[in-house]
């Protein structure tokens, strides 16, 4: 896709102020109270990008119950650049044992709030409780954290000689704190009010896939 000078500048513009009007507004260090599950905030990280695809591939263990709707949770996706910007975010729902995919090239960077493309990012999962039988990133709370995501992705690792091999490694659970929690949510929020469409991923399909070499 080749984006107008005017269309660069804006979205470059949305994302300075994403940065300078909330960034000031957190307190980072401290726990959500209530505590968390320990399996309801994961991250992974994906790397060579530029020379070939990632996938994040995503499922239900059935913490909720093995039946569907009640059993059913959301895999909420948010995508970090290089230099730590929010730049794409999106929510995937999950019924028990279900397996979905999102592609890295085509899924979470095709449609990125700012108008480079990330050659390596840093992706964060967050499990929730369905709202109303949907879905949204943006608009979860800290009462809906549940246990139950389990999730894997694959990228492309340098070879010393020249080259690349794909790798598999499970995201890594990690203590979710509350500015982290209200950082994700507030800039997908932002991104959805004002990014005019970009920034938001890509929906997951069905199966599961591996890192793709050009």
């Not at 107008?4 to 940065?19: E, G, P, V």
């Not at 209530?34 to 990008?49: E, M, R, S, V, W």
């Not at 493309?117 to 039988?133: H, M």
């Amino acid at each position: 896709m080749v984006l107008s000078a005017w269309d660069s500048y804006m979205r470059t513009t949305i994302a300075t102020i994403l940065l300078n009007v909330l960034a000031s507004s957190y307190s980072f260090g401290q726990a959500i109270a209530g505590g968390t599950p320990a399996d309801a905030y994961q991250i992974k990280y994906f790397a060579n990008l530029g020379s070939g695809d990632g996938a994040v591939n995503l499922s239900n263990g059935g913490f909720l119950g093995g039946l569907d709707p009640g059993g059913d949770i959301c895999a909420n996706v948010y995508v970090f650049a290089q230099d730590q910007q929010l730049v794409a975010c999106c929510a995937c729902p999950l019924t028990p044992n279900h397996l979905s995919t999102l592609s890295v090239h085509n899924d979470l960077i095709s449609n990125t709030l700012t108008p480079a493309v990330p050659s390596a990012i840093t992706v964060a999962l967050v499990a929730t409780q369905e709202t109303g039988g949907q879905c949204n990133a943006a608009a979860i709370s800290t009462n809906q954290l549940v246990s139950g995501l389990v999730a894997w992705g694959t990228t492309l690792h340098a070879l010393p000689g020249g080259g690349y091999t794909v790798s598999e490694t499970p995201f890594i659970q990690t203590p979710l704190g509350s500015g982290q929690f209200n950082k994700m949510t507030e800039y997908c929020a932002f991104i959805q009010a004002i990014g005019s469409g970009y920034g938001i991923c890509n929906s997951c399909r069905s199966g599961a896939a591996g890192a793709q070499k050009q």
